[in-house]
């Protein structure tokens, strides 16, 4: 079973472009995070919600819109795609209160390559 | 917000060598500190983390410490193997909006040659 699911894993898109990116996590967790991989290899957070709520929402571009219709799925929108948004995006939950709070169970990531 | 600084970015060691990774933060209220590996192509996932009423914490060849004053806390790895070969990361957990948001290094990519 996995744990936290991200579809697609890999996506190949033109510039100017509208994609989505999935997330559903099976693990009961209360957040869900998704965060930004560079070729350089840094985790930068991008929003963070919590019971449906955002709690984050990090710099950036307002074509970047996530949607978390319930606990168990955060999607993320991003409109009029900049070869600047090819990235890895990585899903990811935890549970704020038990266990270890802030452990985060990462999603294998969305390749996301704009042409 | 947090901000975490970690060093080396590259480590490059032979078998059987020890690694030491760095990493210091700036907020005082931090109170969990995780350590994330990623293979390449894969997902960072944890392997050990440090709670801050904790100095010291060890999982067989690896270990952490934590140096609250300092704000500052270090992962080890001692008898390093090549499956040991990845990019490692730290990150600071505090508490924000009702949640935990933990704030990443930069990671250290660390090459075991045989």
């Known amino acids: 079973d996995t744990a936290v699911s991200q579809t697609p894993k890999y996506l190949v898109t033109q510039m100017g472009n509208d994609k989505s990116i999935k997330c559903e996590q099976n693990?009961?967790?209360?957040?869900m995070y998704w965060y930004k991989q560079d070729s350089k290899k840094f985790l930068k957070i991008m929003f963070s919600y919590n019971n449906k709520e955002l709690i984050i929402n990090e710099t950036v571009p307002n074509r970047f819109s996530p949607k978390s219709p319930d606990k168990a799925h955060l999607n993320l929108h991003i409109n009029s795609l900049e070869l600047g948004d090819s990235a890895v995006y990585f899903c990811a939950s935890s549970q704020s209160d038990r266990g270890r709070p802030g452990e985060l169970f990462f999603g294998e990531g969305s390749r996301l390559t704009v042409l | 917000g947090e901000n975490v600084e970690q060093h080396p970015s590259t480590l490059s060691v032979q078998e059987g060598d020890s690694a030491v990774i760095k990493c210091t933060y700036s907020?005082?209220?931090?109170?969990?500190f995780p350590w994330y590996k990623q293979e390449l192509g894969k997902r960072p996932q944890l392997i050990i983390d440090?709670?801050?009423?904790?100095g010291e914490k060890k999982d067989q060849r690896i270990a952490v410490t934590l140096n609250k004053t300092a704000k500052h806390f270090s992962l080890h790895i001692t008898e390093t193997q090549p499956e040991d070969s990845a990019v490692y990361f730290c990150?600071?957990?505090?508490?924000?909006?009702?949640?935990?948001?933990?704030?990443f290094g930069r990671g250290t990519s660390l090459i075991v040659h045989p």
């Open positions: 693990l009961g967790h209360d957040t």
């Open positions: 440090i709670r801050s009423n904790v």
């Open positions: 990150a600071a957990t505090g508490r924000g909006g009702g949640s935990y948001i933990p704030t």
């Open positions: 907020d005082s209220a931090s109170n969990y």
